[in-house]
C-alpha cells in the first residue's frame, strides 16, 4: 500500500498519560497535515509542516500538542497529560507541493 | 477566521436521482475547493476539487459548480446509486492547498434503492 500510513490505529489510554501517534505520508509528498475528527464533525485543521518545517499551528492547540517531521518524511503527534476531551479521530495527510491532500486511515483516541 | 457552512446536514434520494450539497464560505481569498467523501470507518477520500480561475468541472456523474461573488459552491452527484450512501465534506483553502483546508460540517447522503 502506497498510501498515508498511520499508526497505531486504535489508542486507548487513561487522562494524564502522554500518547504519541506516527504518520507515513506517501514517499514523494513533501507537505504533511495534521487534523482531529470528532464525531459528526469535519475534520479540524492541528498543523502541518513542509519538509521538516513546522509552517502553522492551530490557535486552537494547547500547549499539550505537539508535531515533530525530523528528517522531512514520517511525524509524529503527541499529546501530554491527555484530557477526555482529546478523544478524537487524529488524521494526517500529504500533499506535494500543495496539490490534492490525501488523508490516511487516522488514529482513534479514546481517554478514560 | 476562514469559516465554511455545508447544507443540508442530511439528505436522502432515491437510486437514480440527483443529490445536491451546497457550501458558503466567509474568506473571499479562498482559491481551492476540494470534495471528500467519507465512508463509516474509512479515511477521507477526494472525489473531486476545483479552483477559483474555474466555473465548474464535471467528473463522470459527479460535478462541482463555484460562484466567487456569491462565495458559494455545489457538488452535483446525478443518477445516485447506494454505494454513493456516505459522509461528505466541503472544504475551502487559501494559497491554492498550499496550507490548510477548512472543512464543513458534513452532509450523510442516503442512497435508497
Known amino acids: 500500500d502506497t498510501g498515508v500510513s498511520q499508526n497505531p490505529r486504535h489508542k486507548i489510554t487513561k487522562r494524564g498519560q502522554n500518547v504519541t501517534f506516527r504518520c507515513d505520508p506517501i514517499s514523494e509528498h513533501n507537505r504533511l497535515y495534521w487534523y482531529r475528527q470528532t464525531l459528526g464533525q469535519g475534520p479540524e485543521f492541528l498543523t502541518y509542516f513542509q519538509n521538516e518545517a513546522q509552517l502553522e499551528k492551530s490557535r486552537l492547540l494547547s500547549d499539550r500538542f505537539s508535531a515533530e517531521r525530523p528528517k522531512g518524511s514520517f511525524s509524529t503527534l503527541e499529546i501530554q497529560r491527555t484530557e477526555q476531551g482529546d478523544s478524537a479521530m487524529y488524521l494526517c495527510a500529504s500533499s506535494l507541493d500543495g496539490r490534492e491532500q490525501y488523508f490516511g486511515p487516522g488514529t482513534r483516541l479514546t481517554v478514560t | 477566521g476562514e469559516n465554511v457552512e455545508q447544507h443540508p446536514s442530511t439528505l436522502s434520494v432515491q437510486e437514480g436521482d440527483s443529490a445536491v450539497i451546497k457550501c458558503t464560505y466567509s474568506d473571499s481569498a479562498s482559491n481551492y475547493f476540494p470534495w471528500y467523501k467519507q465512508e463509516l470507518g474509512k479515511r477521507p477520500q477526494l472525489i473531486i476539487d476545483?479552483?477559483?480561475?474555474?466555473g465548474e468541472k464535471k467528473d463522470q456523474r459527479i460535478a462541482v459548480t463555484l460562484n466567487k461573488t456569491a462565495k458559494h459552491f455545489s457538488l452535483h452527484i446525478t443518477e445516485t446509486q447506494p454505494e454513493d450512501s456516505a459522509v461528505y465534506f466541503c472544504?475551502?483553502?487559501?494559497?491554492?492547498?498550499?496550507?490548510?483546508?477548512?472543512f464543513g460540517a458534513g452532509t450523510r447522503l442516503a442512497v435508497h434503492p
Open positions: 472544504a475551502a483553502s487559501l494559497s491554492g492547498g498550499y496550507n490548510k483546508l477548512i
Open positions: 476545483i479552483r477559483s480561475n474555474v
